[in-house]
């Protein structure tokens, strides 16, 4: 009797886990999941549909907490390299909106003198390794990696 209530007890823990996990491979931040994909870098139009392709979107950092998080993850990881994240001014230029929502910006961490866009060609945001992940504008078309972010899993309802 008290092994099967271990038993039920463990798996109810274990259901709790799970449903309040990251896919593998992910990364856990307050409510969302990230991956940094490195595998191929892309451009930033070819990275936001490789997010969709996953249940996710190019990255939208909304605060300083989250900004911290990716930049010590970079950091830590030593990747050495530059990373879109979902933030354009393609649509009206020096309008910088999050792609995924069109919401404006309210936390931004631009490098010193950016958004900058030089030669007026740089409509898009990455985390630039040159400036240690502050934030940089840079040409749309450039191939570099990327941050996907989707929301983590949604806890099952429990039918009883
Ligand atoms: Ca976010
Ligand atoms: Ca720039």
Not at 12 to 28: D, K, M, N, R, T
Not at 79 to 86: L, V
Request: overall charge negative; glycine content about 6%; some cysteine.
């Amino acid at each position: 009797m008290g092994s099967v209530y271990r038993f039920v007890l463990l798996s109810a823990v274990v259901a709790v886990l799970s449903a309040q996990s990251c896919p593998g491979g992910w990364y856990h931040h307050a409510t969302s999941c990230y991956a940094f994909i490195d595998a191929e870098p892309l451009g930033w139009a070819e990275a936001m549909f490789y997010c969709s392709t996953l249940h996710a979107n190019l990255v939208q950092i909304e605060s300083s907490s989250e900004n911290n998080f990716l930049k010590n993850h970079l950091f830590a990881a030593k990747t050495n390299a530059t990373y879109w994240i979902g933030l354009t001014d393609a649509l009206v230029e020096g309008k910088y909106l999050w792609q995924t929502t069109q919401d404006d910006v309210n936390f931004v961490d631009w490098a010193p003198g950016e958004p900058n866009d030089v030669a007026h060609t740089e409509d898009c945001a990455a985390l630039w390794f040159g400036y240690h992940y502050q934030w940089n504008d840079a040409f749309c078309a450039n191939r570099y990696d990327f941050i996907c972010e989707r929301e983590m899993t949604e806890r099952p309802n429990i039918i009883g």
